[in-house]
């Protein structure tokens, strides 16, 4: 499309380009090595050093006799922006403390209650069913995934052990599959198994749980049977 | 014969119908016009207001020998020697509001409790009644 100077605009301040016209007729895309490359701290350290402002006069003096280079850049360097943000983990909500029952929302486990253990490094809660109770082993959950009930069960003795964290949860490097037609309907597939160490870790947990569950009636049948709205209820309006 | 046994007059427990205060009650301290009243409740947080009758139910219960515009003190002294509020809470009507907001304010255990003992009680009526069908079928 030929656009001559006086067909640049349709009427005075509409272009007749669109944007993406625009772009593709200036050709900009066509640049390399558009994004700079990011310096070393210890050279952008260098900079700052330099830059910084010690005499008015030195700098007066400096700009003044500042030969410019008669060499430009070819290329339209960018910046890359500076990432002032940082990742922290959420707030544990307000209704959430160690021992508290809370209701599953999402996942292979949604509708189940659990125990709140602690919250990870991530921002995640640790909770467990526990296990032996009803089948929900030592997860992480997205507190925003969770309603937290008022019941409580006392765990300000229960010790977890130093090695649950984060990266305990990870998923294991899994052998890559060789495309085969067995493989892609899963004939032969060995189901995986409970690395043994977990479930010693489960059960450690679980036998000083299950005591204080115990010690509360009716709190194991009620972390036993699962959550569900019936005829009328409204959770927004109900009080757990 | 009176065709109506509840009258808006001055003195008349009301119940409010709707708004932050629904549930609670307060007396009618003056009529205003054929639409609206102000009422007055010292003894249960219902601050003097006017409003529209719509808005109230009137109770079976009234106060004796109110004068129109008495003042909230001169209120309280007369709700609490005659005894309105007690009397209200003895109704049937009462206990049932007071019934609905135990049961809105129940936490997902104490749910799950009362679901629990509903079902123990319905399993012993339940096989009681049986074993007397039985006896008396026998």
């Known amino acids: 499309m030929a656009v001559n100077k006086e067909g640049a605009q349709l009427i005075p301040g509409v272009s007749r380009l669109s944007r993406s016209q625009r772009y593709a007729k200036r050709g900009l895309f066509l640049m390399k090595n558009k994004v700079a490359v990011p ?11 330099d830059e910084k ?9 400096k700009a003044l006799t500042h030969k410019k280079s008669s060499l430009y850049p070819a ?7 500076v990432n002032h943000k940082s990742n922290r983990p959420a707030a544990l909500k307000e209704t959430i403390s160690p021992g508290s029952v809370l209701i599953l929302l999402a996942g292979r486990f949604r509708g189940k209650r659990v125990v709140f253990l602690k919250q990870l490094e991530s921002g995640l809660l640790l909770v467990t069913g526990p296990y032996r109770v009803n089948g929900v082993p030592m997860r992480r959950v997205n507190q925003a995934y969770v309603i937290a009930t008022s019941a409580k069960v006392d765990v300000s003795d229960v010790t977890i052990p130093e090695n649950i964290n984060d990266s305990y949860f990870s998923r294991e490097q899994e052998p890559k599959l060789k495309g085969t037609e067995e493989e892609f309907f899963g004939e032969n597939a060995v189901k995986k198994a ?12 679980d036998n000083q749980i299950i005591p204080k569950i115990r010690s509360q009636n009716m709190l194991a049948s009620y972390l036993r049977s699962s959550f569900s709205l019936s005829k009328g209820q409204a959770p927004h309006l109900m009080k757990f | 014969m009176v065709a109506f046994k509840r009258l808006a007059q001055v003195g008349r427990v009301v119940v409010l119908n709707d708004g932050l205060k629904a549930g609670r009650t307060a007396v ?13 409740g010292p003894t249960t947080g219902v601050h003097r207001q006017e409003i529209s009758f719509n808005r109230v139910t009137l109770t079976d219960i009234t106060l004796k020998a109110v004068p129109r ?6 209120l309280k002294r007369a709700i ?10 003895q109704t049937a009507w009462a206990k049932k509001i007071q019934q609905r907001s ?30 007397l069908k039985k006896t008396k079928s026998a």
């Open chain 1, 194 to 205: 409970v690395p043994s160490h977990k479930a010693a870790d489960q059960k450690t947990i």
């Open chain 1, 53 to 61: 402002p010690t005499d008015v006069n030195v700098d007066l003096v």
């Open chain 1, 39 to 49: 310096r070393k701290a210890s050279d952008r350290k260098a900079a700052a050093r």
């Open chain 2, 102 to 131: 135990v049961r809105a304010n129940l936490s997902d255990f104490d749910r799950f409790k009362i679901m629990r003992l509903k079902k123990q009680q319905r399993f012993i009526v339940q096989r009681q009644m049986a074993s």
């Open chain 2, 28 to 40: 009618i301290v003056d009529i205003i016009d054929h639409n609206r009243a102000i009422i007055d």
């Open chain 2, 80 to 89: 609490i020697k005659q005894g309105s509020d007690a009397a209200w809470a």
């Open chain 2, 69 to 74: 515009t008495i003042g909230s003190n001169a």
């Open chain 1, 75 to 81: 290329d339209t360097l960018r910046k890359p922006k």
